[in-house]
Every structure is written in structure tokens, then in C-alpha cells.
């Protein structure tokens, strides 16, 4: 999930987009596709992720230790574990 809650220099979190919209996503493919879809992390909104990829340095390397990169940091490692891949898979999305 993207651009998740993030928290301010004063220590309050904004909620721009709302949140749980992942968590969802992930039980309705689980449940279309009788299989575990898990929501693998959010990812906070974090000036230092946009001004990384504006500048091609990822977060992970120019701040290490922001709640961003060790959240993009946990979900690699879970894929990087995941098992069998499902590349190509068709996903029964809806609109």
C-alpha cells in the first residue's frame, strides 16, 4: 500500500488518503482467488522517497533508517521469501 500515513516533525500523523484500502484489496483477491493475498506493507508518504527517485538515489540508500526504507526494506525481503512466483498471473479486478 502507498502513500500510508506518515509522521510529521511535531509527531502527528497525517492520514492524507484515509487508510485500510490495501488491507481490503488483499482480502477480496484473497477471497477471488481462494488463495492468501497478503498485504505485504504500507509505505508512508515521505518527501525524502520522492526527492530520491526525482534523483535516481533510492530512500533505502539516502536514509536508511527512515520508517520508509525499513518499510520498503521488509516488503522486498517478504518477496524475496515469497516461494512460487505468480508473473503473468491475471488478477479478477473489476472496475
Known amino acids: 500500500e502507498n502513500m500510508a500515513a506518515m509522521t510529521l516533525p511535531d509527531g502527528t500523523v497525517l492520514d492524507m488518503f484515509g ?12 477471497e477471488a482467488l481462494s488463495y492468501p493475498v497478503p ?5 508512508p508518504l515521505d518527501v525524502n522517497l520522492r526527492t530520491g527517485g526525482d ?3 533510492p ?3 539516502s536514509h536508511p533508517d527512515s520508517t ?3 518499510e520498503i526494506q521488509s516488503i ?5 521469501h515469497s516461494g512460487e512466483s505468480r508473473a503473468g498471473q491475471s488478477l479478477p479486478l473489476f472496475v
Do not use: I
Open 19 to 30: 487508510s485500510g484500502g490495501g488491507q481490503v484489496l488483499a482480502e477480496r483477491l484473497s
Open 39 to 43: 498485504l505485504l506493507g504500507s509505505v
Open 55 to 57: 534523483e535516481g538515489t
Open 59 to 61: 530512500v533505502v540508500w
Open 68 to 70: 520508509t526504507a525499513e
Open 76 to 80: 522486498a525481503s517478504q518477496l524475496l
